[in-house]
């Protein structure tokens, strides 16, 4: 079976994480699909296959190499999708020799996707590209990563002379809302190293994310009847809207690139009485993330000060942090994916990532664990789409990756 074929039935599972759930996993629907991905890895031979209290999928490829001693590689993905954008009744479809033109997803609602939005399409002319009807997204972030591994796995064990040493495989819930790595079991899962499949174009080779934070924001208001509101009304709904304008305009997300950190306003509701902001906050240095923190405290404190203690609540919580101090040591985590990419044919890509993976955590929880590439494109939106010629590349990375630290 090819990397694509699993991911088209993957993307029948609904796999949304909801980040107002306080339980792991928070959607029963992860569990769902947890176990039907257990119940696939032991029909490829993988004994040990199961799925822990919270539905974190673990699974080992033995050695094949006789007295085999040495350094444990793992696979993890994440089952979850986002549910900013339509993620149920997914339709895929295959677009088979692209053509390098606009792309008619959805007839009767007349939604194209063109490389005059999207120009990185040219570059995949006369390959084949999956793709949904423009409703809804595909969910290769990060299906195509599980795809990609488990079609690894099934070609290990078709080709039993490919030598291999352990390999360990995981797959987490809740990554998209940032809990991925909350209770992944380190000891147990048992690689000395691993990757994270969870990136976009095949020959991305990823060490360095942001430092991620994010602020809750609970803005308490006086509601009264607006004919008799002066000098008596506070509205929350606009003490809010003034902290947004408070934060610097030109480190919003639609302003930012490269290096450039940012404060996003991912959620707001409420009314006059009680109004509810979620904010991300991100910067590849730590030093002006910590910056970052100090500006929205500040915007806080000046609030209370103007309209009263205790009318605008902040909660700062840090979700993760550049994962490139804890690879540097582990140097040849990326020596060998450079060069095993540049084997197939492909350019190393290595640049900031403008967001985190599970491996970002799970690297300060002493398991380094850069990312690659899916073939997925894209992503959290109706846009998505993957292309199957660069899942078969991934598969075949994977596959070389394992062969190599068979022999270290």
């Not at 500040?298 to 690879?327: H, P």
């Amino acid at each position: 079976m090819r990397a694509y074929e699993r991911l088209m039935k993957y993307t029948q599972y609904p796999t949304a994480s909801d980040e107002a759930s306080p339980v792991c996993p928070s959607t029963p629907e992860q569990t769902d699909f947890a176990r039907a991905l257990v119940e696939e890895m032991k029909e490829l031979g993988i004994a040990d296959a199961a799925m822990d209290e919270n539905s974190y999928v673990y699974g080992t490829i033995p050695a094949n190499i006789p007295g085999w001693k040495g350094r444990v590689i793992g696979f993890i993905a994440h089952m979850d999708v986002v549910r900013v954008v339509p993620w149920t009744d997914i339709r895929p479809r295959i677009v088979h020799d692209y053509d390098g033109g606009d792309i008619l997803l959805n007839a009767e609602k007349n939604i194209v996707m063109s490389p005059s939005d999207y120009p990185e399409l040219k570059h995949y002319a006369g390959q084949d590209l999956m793709v949904t009807d423009g409703t809804t997204l595909l969910g290769a972030d990060d299906k195509a990563g599980i795809a990609d591994i488990l079609t690894m796995a099934e070609y290990l064990r078709d080709h039993p002379e490919v030598k291999h040493g352990t390999i360990k495989i995981g797959f987490t819930p809740d990554e998209e809302i940032g809990r991925g790595a909350d209770l992944f079991n380190v000891p147990f899962f048992g690689a000395d190293y691993a990757y994270t499949v969870d990136g976009g174009a095949f020959g991305e080779v990823e060490y360095e994310t942001f430092n991620a934070a994010s602020a809750g924001i609970v803005v308490t208001g006086k509601s009264i009847h607006p004919g008799a509101a002066k000098n008596k009304m506070i509205n929350a709904a606009r003490i809010a809207i003034e902290l947004d304008r408070m934060l610097p305009q030109q480190m919003r997300p639609e302003h930012t690139e490269g290096r450039e950190g940012f404060f996003h306003l991912t959620d707001i509701q409420g009314s006059e009485e009680q109004t509810r902001m979620h904010y991300i906050l991100r910067d590849h240095d730590s030093d002006k993330l910590e910056e970052k923190k100090r500006i929205i405290t500040a915007a806080v404190a000046y609030l209370n000060a103007k309209y009263g203690e205790g009318t605008v609540q902040l909660t700062l919580r840090d979700s993760y942090r550049n994962m490139v101090e804890q690879i540097r040591p582990h140097w040849h985590l990326i020596e060998i994916a450079h060069e095993e990419v540049k084997a197939l044919g492909g350019s190393p890509i290595s640049v900031p990532v403008r967001g985190g993976t599970d491996g970002s955590r799970l690297s300060f929880m002493g398991l380094p664990c850069p990312n690659l590439g899916t073939g997925g494109h894209n992503c959290h939106g109706r846009f998505e789409y993957a292309v199957l010629q660069e899942m078969d590349l991934t598969v075949q990375l994977l596959t070389r990756i394992a062969e190599r630290y068979a022999a270290l």
